[in-house]
Nanobody, 124 residues
């Protein structure tokens, strides 16, 4: 059974940092791109960041560029999202996702496997 399990969410103040983690199991994702998406209350899920299979190519949403960093340690089946200078508008449930193909994309529909999400709340 394929599982993606996010952790690391919480309540922080604006300007602080959090690191989200995603642990995968049940299938190897060494040759798979992975990404982070988020969904704020009352809004559609949106792309945050993606990383290709090798970890050498990344792409970010404009709203997080320069503040968030996506990394992976494939040998440990781990994906990370370092979030710095957090803003209240970053408040959302954050989802880890993986696709069967190697190239990262910004499209939610391109991802085949999803975690349950972890809540991030940023107070002003």
């Amino acid at each position: 059974q394929v599982q993606l399990v996010e952790s690391g969410g919480g309540l922080v103040q604006a300007g602080e940092s959090l690191r989200l983690s995603c642990k995968t199991s049940g299938r190897t994702f060494i040759n798979s791109a992975m990404g982070w998406f988020r969904q704020a209350p009352g809004k559609a899920r949106e792309f945050v960041a993606a990383i290709n299979d090798s970890g050498l190519r990344t792409v970010y949403a404009d709203s997080v560029k320069g503040r968030f960093t996506i990394t992976r340690v494939s040998a440990q089946n781990m994906l990370y999202l370092q979030m710095n200078s957090l803003k209240p508008e970053d408040t959302a449930v954050y989802f880890c996702a993986a696709r069967r193909l190697a190239a990262g994309t910004v499209h939610e529909g391109d991802y085949d496997f999803w975690g349950q999400g972890t809540q991030v709340t940023v107070s002003s």
